[in-house]
């Protein structure tokens, strides 16, 4: 699912909500109850059911232990 950045009409908050692809581009802003478009996409999100590995926690994406830098 992925994680949609908005932008408040009337206040120009800036505030992140998950989103379907299918869900309208409209939000209500948290600060003012404002009006809010979608102005970008931050990240997608996607859950494991358990029975493999699960995407998504950490920033750093698991991985090597070993700098690629050293």
Known sequence: ???YEY????CHTVFEAYKRLSDKAE???PA??????RVGISLFQARGTGSGPS???SSCGG???RSPFR
Do not use: V
Request: glycine share 18%; with cysteine; charged share 25%.
């Open 27 to 29: 939000e209500t802003c």
């Open 55 to 57: 995407f998504g926690g």
């Open 7 to 10: 932008r408040c009409e009337s």
């Open 1 to 3: 699912m992925p994680l």
């Open 63 to 65: 991985g090597s232990s």
């Open 32 to 37: 003012c109850d404002g009006r809010s478009k």
